[in-house]
């Protein structure tokens, strides 16, 4: 079973305030995702990276940066925190090009006051 | 454009009776995946179901990829079934979009 592990598990800080998401997996997957989940959207594809240094961009990149820095690990950045990213969000891996799933971890709970 | 629509949103079921949920997708695919979800949880794969009918335990996934749909029924269903479950399509670009998911409550 794949191991992915985000922290923190819960996190709240103030409007303009910087927060780093992490997530780490332990599969050597070559794909890692983020995602936010907000009700009456659903799951929603932010950034996602096929390799360490690499970093592509989703469906609602604006406001959040990503960094890849090893096969392992990879983070969300929110530079200037607003309360519309208020969400629940979720990094996941997968295997290769054409992945039948994908493996999520815990999810990380962020309030923008 | 939402590509993947999930229905119903939610069910209510007692235990032991059957469910059956149902996605389709505004654009071809060959790649479907259910997954399942706790309240504020980790998804979870259920079923991996490209075409024709898979099978795990008393879950049973069908997809009809010329009718671009897929259905997950849930046999004798148990009050730990409760839950989200999301369906998503794989783009093949490492881009996987989910509906909105059926939340099921199934009571004693």
């Known amino acids: 079973e794949a191991a992915v592990t985000q922290s923190p598990r819960n996190k709240v800080t103030v409007t303009g305030g910087n927060v780093t998401l992490s997530c780490r997996q332990t599969?050597?997957?070559?794909?890692m995702y983020w995602y936010r989940q907000d009700t009456g959207h659903g799951l929603r594809l932010i950034h996602y990276s096929y390799g360490a240094g690499n970093l592509q961009i989703g469906d609602v990149p604006d406001g959040y940066k990503a960094t890849r820095t090893t096969q392992e690990d990879f983070f969300l950045l929110l530079e200037l925190a607003s309360p519309s990213q208020t969400s629940l969000y979720f990094c996941?891996?997968?295997?290769?090009?054409?992945?039948?799933?994908?493996?999520f971890g815990s999810g990380t709970r962020l309030t923008v006051l | 454009e939402q590509q993947v629509q999930q229905s119903p949103a939610s069910l209510v079921l007692q235990e032991a009776e059957n469910a059956e949920l149902q996605c389709s997708f505004s654009i071809f695919t060959n790649q479907v995946q259910w997954f399942y979800q706790r309240p504020g949880g980790r998804l979870v794969s259920l079923l991996y179901?490209?075409?024709g009918t898979k099978q795990s335990g008393r879950l049973t996934s069908t997809t009809v990829i010329k009718e671009r749909r897929s259905s997950l029924h849930i046999s004798s269903s148990q009050i730990t079934d409760s839950g989200t479950y999301l369906c998503a399509k794989n783009t093949g670009y490492q881009n996987f979009y989910f509906g909105k998911g059926t939340s099921l409550t199934v009571i004693p």
């Open positions: 996941a891996s997968s295997e290769g090009l054409r992945a039948e799933t994908l493996y």
């Open positions: 599969n050597s997957h070559n794909y």
């Open positions: 179901n490209p075409s």
